[in-house]
């Protein structure tokens, strides 16, 4: 009894020393991972083991046939097996390699965008870029992008034909996020981020859109749409702005980003790798105008400063002496540097003149 006791205790203080130091299995651990993307099949058990390659194969060649014979519905069906659980079995067609699993979601994701299901043609092109990166990145991004613009731009096509779909702007900017993260190089991050901002000031989210704006220009600085987000970046904080005599915060950071929007983007950037000549000759076109429209805006940030100096030197020359330290050494020094302030800030200004007889002004006072 005392051997089988104390056999007991060793057993219970050693056992969670030896579950503790499971053995090295990260290759698997990543497997399990890739392989809990996909939902799994059975009604109250999920399956999520990799199909049997026979079976893949099986699948495919008749799924490809059906393809082929313009049997889309059964294609589809078929095709969309692969939407539940992985493969990685490579088969040769025609001299060419094919990976089975992220073809037929990709051939799925076509099959359903013709049909008008637009959304789910989206998911099935998301799970193939994170479950599948071997496969061609660009040609799943490109699908991405487009979709992800019909969703947040077109008319949404009736389901079956009749009943109506319904837009939701939280989702269109989540879809698009989703892409600027999956992306790998600056080809789709940057148009993604653009239309995520463009799409978030339509629907009055500045913050998103501000979000998106800063993703592009710190991470992308190269690319040409950076231009524009410049320029969008300045105009939002300047429809921010209240006036001389409220916080200049926002007329501060419009200033900034309309003066380095004009340093920046002297002239237009040029064509992009992958940009159309048609859409680069639009481009040129909306530059010439934004950059008219930076210059004004730039201006128009400096007299609200200088206005705002100006105010602020009034309310010191008038009540400063209540609340300055030392205000009989000081003098007239504290308004006086507001009013230099205003005059150095927008010269040709309204609030420079004016700043300008209130120096003469104090200066002749102290004579």
Not at 90 to 112: H, K, M, P
Not at 143 to 161: F, I, T, V, Y
Not at 328 to 357: C, H, V, W
Request: glycine share 6%; aromatic share 12%; charged share 30%.
């Amino acid at each position: 009894m005392k051997t089988t006791g104390l056999h007991l205790i060793c057993f219970v203080l050693f056992f969670p020393l030896l579950s503790a130091a499971p053995p090295n299995d990260g290759g698997k651990r990543a497997t399990e991972e890739r392989e809990h993307l996909f939902p799994g099949t059975g009604f109250f058990v999920k399956n999520r083991e990799p199909y049997d390659d026979a079976v893949a194969r099986k699948w495919f060649v008749e799924a490809d046939k059906f393809h082929q014979k313009g049997e889309l519905g059964d294609a589809l069906g078929l095709y969309e097996k692969f939407a539940k659980r992985r493969s990685d079995l490579v088969v040769n067609v025609n001299g060419s390699s094919i990976l089975v699993g992220g073809e037929a979601l990709y051939r799925a994701a076509i099959l359903r965008e013709s049909k008008g299901d637009w959304k789910d043609a989206f998911n099935h092109l998301e799970l193939l870029a994170v479950a599948y990166p071997r496969y061609d990145f660009e040609r799943v991004a490109e699908a991405l992008m487009r979709l992800a613009e019909k969703l947040a731009k077109d008319d949404l096509p009736r389901k079956w034909g009749v009943v109506p779909r319904f837009r939701s702007g939280s989702e269109d900017r989540a879809r698009l996020n989703r892409i600027a993260e999956l992306s790998r190089g600056p080809q789709f991050a940057p148009r993604a981020l653009m239309a995520l901002a463009e799409i978030a000031l339509k629907e009055e989210k500045e913050e998103d859109a501000i979000d998106a704006l800063e993703r592009m220009v710190n991470f992308y600085p190269e690319n040409y749409l950076c231009e524009k987000a410049y320029f969008m970046l300045a105009e939002i904080y300047q429809d921010r702005v209240s006036g001389p005599a409220y916080d200049q915060g926002s007329t501060l950071k419009a200033l900034n980003f309309f003066e380095d929007y004009l340093l920046l983007f002297d002239r237009a950037p040029d064509r992009g790798k992958h940009e159309s000549y048609e859409a680069y000759k639009e481009r040129l076109n909306q530059y010439s105008d934004r950059k008219k429209n930076a210059q004004t805006g730039k201006r128009n940030m400096r007299q609200t400063l200088a206005a705002s100096k100006l105010e602020v030197g009034s309310y010191v020359e008038k009540y400063g002496k209540y609340f300055i330290l030392h205000w009989e050494e000081l003098g007239n020094q504290p308004a006086l540097q507001f009013y230099n302030e205003a005059i150095t800030t927008a010269p040709e200004s309204d609030a420079a003149r004016l700043a300008e007889k209130r120096v003469a002004a104090l200066r002749s006072s102290d004579d």
